[in-house]
């Protein structure tokens, strides 16, 4: 059986790509099109002020997220000892088809007229969400899936994401900007439902590389920072100009501020000793940009987005140290990434958060602004505690999407053509990538001797 | 007493993160509210076009102040071998509390209207620089000082920095945009006074791990090239709009491309057998950016940037060869990161070319923008001359504060309880963090056989 | 011999630093000036709203750029094992001087006027770009060429590139914003022709250290993602404003997700198990940005965008699998990096890309956008064939210069004095560099035994 899945795997994962690129091609040709603002022929004809050009209210705000999405996600998951090059590989392979697949779903939810998909920079924007989406469940099952599944993922993932986010924000009228339902909820039971499914009672094999070592813990905060400093960007990036995205950026940077000081806090009081946990601070320390995702464009108040970013580092940091392993002890779900920590339960407070927000909106508050942040409340189709009822509906249509689709997607990926990793072969580069020394090294040294730098 | 300070730090770190977030959520609520083009009732009010939204001006410029601050700062401290943690770790923490901390100081200081402070991007901007200048004293004791040690040092030198910064921009009307003296030499002088009274004669102990190993040095890099490219921005961030942030971005630009040629140049002249320091490199080539601190929104030419780059460079890689030990021998100045070279000297430097570039301020160099960047010339208040009496006044006023405040500080950092670690476990990440692999490691092999990469 | 080029190089690269910077300084102080928008006269002359400087359109783009020269270029070439001191150091110092020597070059050539160059942001994005050049030729001889010689190579190339640039712009009217042909293929063919000429026949001697360790291998990966992130802004950073830099942003967008996704399949279907080569992840997938580099800014559509980046992608990886080996073995060209897989053939294919669409190029299709993209056909000064022919031609002129360009390098890098690295001693970093740890490790374990993170 060693061989079979290799020379499987020599073909699937090619396969999977090049069709997968053949199809998008192939409907990028028929229905994609330079929207009004890109396309040289329309953008002229209005006779345009170029300083009007959506380009430049939301290109800088495009490129921080592209950031997190390629850097900040893709090094957050280098902290395995022998997988960086898997975390930062297939981050790169996945979120790639992932954009070119959410171009197009969201492109016919969202922007189809006359037959076509109009594209611009919020198409860009839009389609890295969906990417951070795919990539939230990707840290679920980090280490025991391999590329062939993963890219099968992102091609649901990325259906599902599409279809709950047109329900949510086109059909019910919920907001969630900076995607506190959308991504984070959606993407983390999505991962951690396809994690239950593909549960491995034998995981105990390849323990003794489920962790970090010195180096690679600081690869991981290379992603950690950068998620942290744009995250502001993330939030503010598809909402309205002026206000709006100054108001979203300003909330998110002091939820994120007191989300790391609760964080070191909290990682200090569990700890038996008083020492900091790298996995906490790596990951709870952003449970504050999470948290006021559906809510960072509302009128928060500074006070409020730094109350939230505090019960956010708290929440998932105690999940890092006392949920995770219940979660697999009991609930039979292998979280890799502790997603449920940093994107699943900061998620639902924020969605609730939203919820909150959205039935204390009051004309005196927002002015003439209430139409930019609730429009339906300010044409008077709803009151604002009806908005809330809504925010609410769309947090468990959320739930409902993800928590099926994860499972759905479980059962997809166990189809024996896609090549898992093997019990024992769990968190190991060495199965995908050729990975330079592999020969001596094996020959030289004992396991677990390769922490270098941590030895008094 | 091994003991006794781990069972100590187990609450003194956490209650200080808590009592900290706790009153600045506080005074938060009391105080803090959106200004004119944060909030969503007061912006609409005036029915502003979203163009004219500042948030468009400064925020890019923010993004790349932030990076520098957290990725820069935080990466360029990462050199020690076994310090890493700390180095990022800490800087997050401390960094985070800063920009609560400094939106009240300075918001009480700078923008207190009608009993509220009103915050918007210039406040995001103002704090990352204060926690700048509180990143510089870090420097200056990295690896001899716990977190709830820095913590205090933070909560005090931002108090200060934001006096020092109101007495000169506001009461004194002296210009210091990219903060050659309220940043740089006010962190550098702050950190070098707070070492003095913390000096430690029995550092020998830990003096082993007071070095980098390859890989430390490559991630050290990362710190340096990203404060190295985002300098012209950092500078630029809080400068008029228009020719004025322009100016001032090209300026610092040339200047850092001469500071890293004096560098290099110095670095292998200085060596006993011509080869390249990186110590030098990671730090000296940044010297450039810190010289024309205050004089690159002024009319300094190109040619003038370039001179103050070389210069600083220069000085700065020499203070490293030649200054630093003299510094510890004599003075009794441990500076780990060498502070006094990089921000303390060329800081210095960069507020005596602001004097002379004032001094030169003529109508016609500047012609209407003389209101912009001397507004107290233009209107005929002061004389050039005066102008740059007032500049020289600054720095002195600056020096004060610095040094006044580093020794009250390094009074107040040796409090006991603040569980400083002991002369033998300086530099050491194992005091502070869980780091993985120590137990095998420590079974395993002897003191540094740590560099795998460096051997023949 | 081992002493003297010690003793030289003591002497040979600071004095090139201190006399090119003294040159350019001069040259600065001579003709440098602020242009309209960066000086504070001339632009408060004409009443102009901050809005409409120039450093709000391209600031951001700049910046972007300036990442991708420092971060991208520089992490990218530290994959070597014991190169990644010099790797990111020596593109740090051979940048630093590009962009001083190319603002004199190219400002001479495209904005000289009334005896002075004046400069502004979009001079330091042209410094950029030529330094982008710079370090692709340094690609080839990675590990073969010390700094001084680095430094001579730097100058010789800013000239011909700027020259070559001046033709292709200026005179012949060619498009070519991202700089397939001026940057790309320029900048390869000018490396691969020194390298030839400084073809080292015992090269052997070093061959076990001319490749990468685990972790070396995710320092690489760290310029390979920024690179690719910002590559959309790389080729948007000098295009018309509006339309133009929008519709570059997005096709780069599209090209680079697709070279991405052919580069994993190709990658996995040559190699003998269906594993994937690092090599191929970090430099293949970023063809699709060198690919749309002349085309981006025409009406390429998204479907053009994606089948040029994913040909790119296949070619690039075949490159890498089947042409490099035959490139040192038959023509003699040793190309460390492999330049002529990510920037020589995907350039040539951009420039015949460009041929192509700028031969489709109709009024219907531009509409009035045809005066921004191809002034000379909107103004019935060329047709499209014409205009596709001096296209064309473009590329065989640039060839032209960088071949010989390259080859007269070559002979002048063989100068005894530049202190070239001996045959067994390239890809190392402790001829330049004071390297921590160097003497505990030489005495202390054999050659090899420095990859701690890959033993099984």
Known sequence: MARTPRRHR???????????????????AIFVRYNHETDAALWHWGNNSNVDNEFYFRYPSFQDVHAMIFVGFGFLMVFLQRYGFSSVGFTFLVAAFTLQWATLAQGFLHSFHDGHIHVGVESLINADFCAGAVLISFGAVLGKTGPAQLLLMALLETVLFSVNEFILLSLLGVRDAGGS??????????????????YRSQLEKSRQRQSSVYHSDLFAMIGTVFLWIFWPSFNSAPTELGDGQHRTALNTYYSLTASTLSTFALSALVSGDGR?????????????????????????????????????????TLGYKFFTPVLESKFKV???????????????LGALLGVLVAWLATHEAYGDGLQSVFPLVATGQRSATSQAVYQLFGMFVTLGFASMGGSLGGFLLRLPFLDSPPD????????????PGEQEAEAQRPLRAEEPDTQA
């Not at 339902?181 to 593909?198: N, P």
């Not at 946990?277 to 449970?287: E, S, T």
């Not at 292998?334 to 639902?348: A, E, W, Y």
């Open 424 to 435: 024992s072969q769990c968190f190991e580069d060495q199965v995908y990538w050729e990975v």
């Open 10 to 28: 020599r073909l699937v994962l090619p396969l999977l790509c090049l069709l997968s690129q053949g199809a998008t091609a192939l409907l990028f």
């Open 276 to 316: 900091l946990d790298m996995v906490h601070i790596q990951n709870a320390a952003l449970a504050g940009g999470v948290v006021v995702g559906t809510s960072s464009e509302m009128m928060l108040t500074p006070f409020g987005a730094m109350a939230a970013g505090f019960l956010a580092g708290t929440v998932s």
């Open 334 to 348: 292998q979280d890799t990434c502790g997603v449920h920590n940093l994107h699943g339960m900061p998620g639902v």
């Open 181 to 198: 339902m959308t991504i984070h909820t959606f993407g983390a039971y999505f991962g951690l439902f396809l994690s239950r499914v593909l």
